[in-house]
């Protein structure tokens, strides 16, 4: 029994004295958590800035686009006779316009000739800006446009009196007021720089260029 007890001994674990720990509070001072990675150094920020560049119109392009509307214009003043002879001050606008238009009409197939010049000249030639080319189509557009009553009333004969003349005063009026204000709006816009759209002639021409 004596040389058992030393044996039990050596086969107990030892005693240990734990000594209780103080509890880790947290500093009130500093912070538990580490902050996070993109709050530590904050990085600048980036401004971006938006700029925008404004290139005027040749003054070339602006003058062969002007010169253009003035193929219709001339080929439209037929249409306001009866205006004319209604409204004689209505001519009145014109008369600077009358050495140019005495010039233009003195020359043989003056208008035969202006347009396939446009035409060959501006339209098909690639050396112009497409500004230059939509407006000079665009006017032809509406120059061809212009054949059209004339080839209608050959056709159909309204008369000297009666309803028949009243509906062609009626619809030459219109057409020279519609020639009118397309020449003052293109003229305008060329000589301005911006590009005009005539109704029912914008589409036709781009078209055309596309």
Same mark, same amino acid.
């Given at each position: 029994?004596?040389?058992?007890?030393p044996?039990l001994?050596?086969?107990?674990?030892?005693?240990?004295?734990?000594?209780?720990?103080?509890?880790?509070l947290?500093?009130?001072?500093?912070?538990?958590?580490?902050?996070?990675?993109?709050?530590?150094?904050?990085?600048?920020?980036?401004?971006?800035?938006?700029?925008?560049?404004?290139?005027?119109?040749?003054?070339?392009?602006?003058?062969?686009?002007?010169?253009?509307?003035?193929?219709?214009?001339?080929?439209?003043?037929?249409?306001?006779?009866?205006?004319?002879?209604k409204?004689?001050?209505?001519?009145?606008?014109?008369?600077?316009?009358?050495?140019?238009?005495?010039?233009?009409?003195?020359?043989?197939?003056?208008?035969?000739?202006?347009?396939?010049?446009?035409?060959l000249?501006?339209?098909?030639?690639?050396?112009?800006?497409?500004?230059?080319?939509?407006?000079?189509?665009?006017? !032809? $557009?509406?120059? %061809? /446009?212009?054949?059209? @009553?004339? =080839?209608?009333?050959?056709?159909?004969?309204? #008369? +000297?009196?009666?309803?028949?003349?009243?509906?062609?005063?009626?619809?030459?009026?219109?057409?020279?007021?519609?020639?009118?204000?397309?020449?003052?709006?293109? !003229? $305008?816009?060329? %000589? /301005?720089?911006?590009? @005009?759209? =005539?109704?029912?002639?914008?589409?036709?021409? #781009? +078209?055309?260029?596309?």
């Amino acid at each position: 029994m004596a040389s058992s007890i030393p044996l039990l001994r050596l086969s107990l674990p030892p005693r240990h004295h734990h000594r209780p720990t103080a509890l880790l509070l947290p500093h009130p001072l500093k912070p538990t958590l580490p902050s996070p990675p993109h709050l530590r150094h904050p990085l600048p920020k980036r401004t971006t800035a938006t700029t925008c560049s404004y290139t005027p119109t040749p003054a070339v392009d602006r003058l062969i686009s002007a010169a253009s509307y003035f193929l219709p214009f001339f080929n439209g003043l037929q249409y306001g006779r009866f205006l004319f002879a209604k409204y004689p001050i209505l001519a009145a606008p014109f008369e600077p316009l009358l050495p140019l238009l005495s010039l233009y009409h003195s020359f043989p197939y003056a208008s035969f000739v202006t347009f396939f010049g446009l035409y060959l000249g501006v339209v098909r030639n690639p050396s112009f800006s497409r500004y230059a080319r939509f407006n000079a189509l665009q006017a !032809l $557009v509406l120059d %061809v /446009l212009l054949v059209v @009553p004339v =080839l209608v009333q050959r056709i159909i004969t309204p #008369g +000297r009196s009666g309803i028949g003349l009243k509906l062609t005063a009626w619809a030459y009026s219109g057409l020279f007021m519609f020639v009118v204000a397309c020449f003052v709006y293109g !003229l $305008v816009s060329s %000589v /301005l720089g911006k590009t @005009p759209y =005539l109704p029912f002639v914008a589409e036709a021409a #781009g +078209r055309q260029l596309d």
